[in-house]
Structures are given as C-alpha cells and as structure tokens.
C-alpha cells in the first residue's frame, strides 16, 4: 500500500484554489486508492528554524566533523522533518506563486529537509545525485496575474521550474502538475477553476 502526504503552502483556508484544487485530486485518490493520506500544513507545522545553528551544522557534516550543541539540535530537528517527509512515496504538493516565485514556507521546508546524506549525495567529479529514489509527486499551481503567453508585464515563472528542479534533484522525477492561472484582467475564472479541477480529478484518480 502507498504512503501520500500533501504539502500545502497555502495560508488562505477556504479561500485558497490551490487547497480546493487539491481536495478534488484526493477525493478521487481516495475513491480509487485504499491508500494512507496525511496532511502537512506548512503554515501549522512549527517548521524548525534552519539559521546559524543549522548552516554551521551543515558545513560541519560536509567537512566529516562531529556536530555537538545548537548544531547537533538544529541537526536533529531539520531530521525529523525529513524522516515524516521520507516515510511516503507519493506526494501531493499545493503551491500558490507569491512574487514570482514559492510561499517561503515552503523555501523553509525546502531548506530544512535538503540536506547530505538524506536527499542528496555530493561528488566532487560527478556532482549532485538525489537520493528520494521510487516515490512521485503531483504539484498544484495557483496564481492570479502570471500566466503562459501573457506579455512580461504579468510576471515571469520563478514558481514551476523552482520547485520542480528541487524535486528532481532530489531524485523524485515523475511529476504530474494542475496550474490554475486564471487572469484577473478578464473577469471569467470560472471556465478555467472548472477545467483544474475536472484536470485534478482525472490525475487524482490515475496518480
Ligand atoms: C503574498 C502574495 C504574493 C502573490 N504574488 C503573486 C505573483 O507574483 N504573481 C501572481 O500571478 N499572483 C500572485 N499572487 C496571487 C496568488 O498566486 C493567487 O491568489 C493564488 O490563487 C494563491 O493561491 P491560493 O489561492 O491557493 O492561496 C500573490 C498572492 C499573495 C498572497
């Protein structure tokens, strides 16, 4: 039986399209899958902190030294985010663009669970390789101005090849994507809310 977890990095509850977005992929994951689905609310989780303490603890691990105090403590608790992360294999991310790019809750998460040894290994000749091997992910996209084809003026994608390059790197290469990218300049969303939600309802039900 799989194991999926959705990450959400919405902070706007019932109004959020990316968390309506997403119930629509999992009621028809559930109807069609007898799977374990849990929740990871970025905004509720109490994500650790990955500041002083944990940049020194990375580059501590990186240069094979012992880590003790704050360190070892930061290093504990950026562990037990990635172990709860590392025990699915499939995951359902919802992502709103704020400024072009991610909420930073979920750079935060990023931060915190991207380390050495966990999602990826390092080799000075051939370079990264990720470690997160057999699991794949969904990814739904919000946002509101930006959209493909639309003129510069409405924004650029730091959003999509952001996160769907960290996923790769970190080895979880089979990606499935809803984007919701309704222009707020033509006054009809509906047409496009209905279609991401029959498109995540189709994926829900195949993922
Ligand atoms: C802090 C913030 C920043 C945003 N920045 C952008 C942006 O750069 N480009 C854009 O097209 N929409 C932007 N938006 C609009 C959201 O992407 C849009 O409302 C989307 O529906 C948010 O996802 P949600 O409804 O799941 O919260 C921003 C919204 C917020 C709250």
């Not at 959705?6 to 109004?15: D, N, Q």
């Not at 057999?134 to 409405?154: H, I, L």
């Amino acid at each position: 039986m799989s194991r999926l977890l959705h990450v959400s990095a919405s902070p706007r509850s019932a109004a959020s399209e990316s968390l309506a977005i997403a119930e629509v992929f999992l009621d028809a994951y559930r109807e069609t899958h007898g799977d374990v689905v849990d929740h990871l609310d970025l905004w509720e989780a109490g994500l650790p902190a990955f500041g002083p303490a944990g940049a020194g603890a990375k580059m501590s691990v990186f240069a094979g030294e012992e880590l003790s105090g704050e360190q070892a403590a930061a290093w504990q608790a950026a562990r037990e985010v990635f172990e709860r992360y590392d025990s699915y294999d499939r995951y359902l991310f919802s992502v709103p663009m704020w400024n072009s790019s991610v909420p930073y809750i979920l750079k935060q998460f990023i931060d915190v669970v991207s380390q050495p040894g966990w999602v990826f290994r390092f080799d000075p000749e051939k370079g990264y390789s990720g470690l997160l091997q057999g699991k794949k992910a969904a990814v739904v996209y919000t946002s509101a101005v930006y959209g493909e084809g639309r003129p510069p003026a409405f924004g650029s994608d730091h959003q999509a090849p952001f996160f769907e390059g960290w996923l790769r790197w970190t080895g979880v290469t089979d990606i499935s994507t809803v984007a919701f990218r309704p222009n707020l300049a033509t006054a009809d969303a509906e047409t496009g809310r209905r279609a991401a939600h029959a498109e995540a309802r189709e994926l829900g039900k195949r993922f």
